[in-house]
């Protein structure tokens, strides 16, 4: 069986942030950890436009170049928009989810994505008030619990 993995934009930065802080490192060996397994045929990883919009908005364009590189040679499938997306998000906004997070949730679920992966604690938190599909993890939960 073929488990469906989304990254929210900061996964795909982390590999690029500060790697001396010790959970950031500890995060970004989880992310990469995770890429060696979608060689496999159990894992594959799903981006959408809201990575695209999002990663858009760096302004950081050394670090932006490198993200983008990385995204583009580790997910598969890019997921097409649609208005039942943006009222999935809306719902999940009355449940106190920032839109864009929201959004982001609303990817997974339409598209029946098992893993939404964030290092937004927040986030995390905030998707436990929805009843959701979609189990949204930190990558260091993901790698010692499901790989």
């Given at each position: 069986?073929?488990?469906?993995?989304y990254l929210d934009t900061c996964c795909y930065n982390r590999p690029f942030d500060n790697l001396l802080d010790g959970k950031i490192r500890l995060e970004a060996e989880a992310i990469l950890s995770l890429c060696t397994e979608l060689d496999g045929n159990d894992f594959k990883l799903f981006t959408s436009r809201m990575v695209d919009y999002e990663l858009g908005k760096m302004k950081n364009l050394d670090k932006k170049e490198k993200v983008l590189v990385f995204r583009n040679s580790i997910a598969s499938v890019h997921l097409s928009h649609s208005g039942e997306i943006e009222r999935i998000a809306s719902d999940l906004e009355n449940l106190g989810i920032k839109f864009l997070d929201a959004l982001h949730i609303a990817y997974c679920e339409?598209?029946?994505?098992?893993?939404?992966l964030t290092t937004d604690k927040i986030l995390i938190n905030a998707s436990k008030r929805a009843n959701l599909f979609t189990n949204v993890v930190n990558p260091l939960f993901f790698v010692m619990e499901v790989l």
């Open positions: 069986m073929i488990r469906k993995i339409y598209y029946r994505i098992s893993y939404l």
